[in-house]
């Protein structure tokens, strides 16, 4: 089973860095070109999380002593292919904001945008601020996926846990089942070896009862 996680592991890595180039190649472009490459792109991202889906199923399904450190490179590959999401968010935005300034010039409409420097900066700290809460977004979207791991992780042990409990408690009703028993049968054997005995009294008595009656008519007589 972790052979197949490697092996899911592996495209991965692949697709994720061809995806790598694709966007520093990407950021070059403008327009058509831009969005064929966008597109070509999303879509390697899409077979990425659907390689992540598959890796994340083979983890689930190891001992937990091999799940923990799968599902550990599982959140970087997680977490790397989030970063791939945002530079091509970065680079799409980025670039057709820039295409579209130049358009704006060219045409001769600069004046259409006659912000002044303060609305500038007030723009620039707003889209800061945007970012920083999508960031914040992000990192409590992955820390409350690394929790539900954590947690998955720890139900199936208790449950394994479970599991080997009943398992012994099986046992031991085994064990006292098979006590009765042997007290039973000990039981019994005593209860033959005083029935023998008190036997092998009477025969003894009766013996010895016969010798002196052919004792008494042998001396007597």
């Known amino acids: 089973m972790a052979d197949v996680f490697e092996g899911y592991e592996r495209q991965y890595c692949e697709i994720s860095a061809s995806l790598a180039r694709k966007c520093t190649a990407a950021s070059a472009l403008q327009g058509e070109k831009l969005k064929q490459k966008a597109s070509e792109i999303k879509s390697g991202i899409d077979g990425a999380e659907a390689l992540i889906k598959k890796m994340d199923l083979e983890a689930r399904n190891q001992q937990?002593?091999?799940?923990?450190?799968?599902l550990a490179k599982l959140r970087e590959y997680k977490s790397d292919l989030?970063?791939?999401?945002?530079?091509?968010?970065?680079?799409?935005?980025?670039?057709?904001?820039?295409?579209?300034?130049?358009?704006?010039?060219?045409?001769?409409?600069?004046?259409?945008?006659?912000?002044?420097?303060d609305q500038k900066s007030r723009l620039l700290r707003i889209t800061e601020k945007q970012n920083k809460t999508t960031d914040r977004i992000r990192d409590s979207h992955r820390t409350m996926l690394e929790t539900e791991d954590l947690g998955v992780s720890l139900l199936q042990?208790?449950?394994q846990q479970r599991e080997r409990l009943i398992h012994a408690h099986g046992t031991l009703d085994n064990v006292d089942d098979n006590i009765g028993k042997s007290r039973r049968i000990m039981g019994a054997m005593v209860?033959?070896?005083?029935?023998?005995?008190?036997?092998?009294?009477?025969?003894?008595?009766?013996?010895?009862?016969?010798?002196?009656?052919?004792?008494?008519?042998?001396?007597v007589h």
């Not at 937990?64 to 799968?70: E, H, M, N, T």
């Not at 670039?95 to 259409?112: D, F, P, Y």
């Not at 008595?205 to 016969?210: P, R, W």
């Open 191 to 219: 209860r033959r070896m005083d029935r023998n005995k008190w036997i092998i009294g009477f025969i003894i008595a009766l013996l010895v009862l016969v010798i002196l009656v052919i004792l008494y008519f042998k001396f």
């Open 82 to 117: 989030n970063n791939l999401k945002g530079t091509l968010k970065r680079v799409t935005t980025g670039n057709a904001q820039q295409g579209l300034r130049e358009e704006l010039l060219e045409s001769g409409m600069a004046e259409t945008l006659g912000v002044s420097a």
């Open 64 to 70: 937990p002593s091999v799940r923990a450190g799968l």
């Open 157 to 159: 042990d208790l449950h």
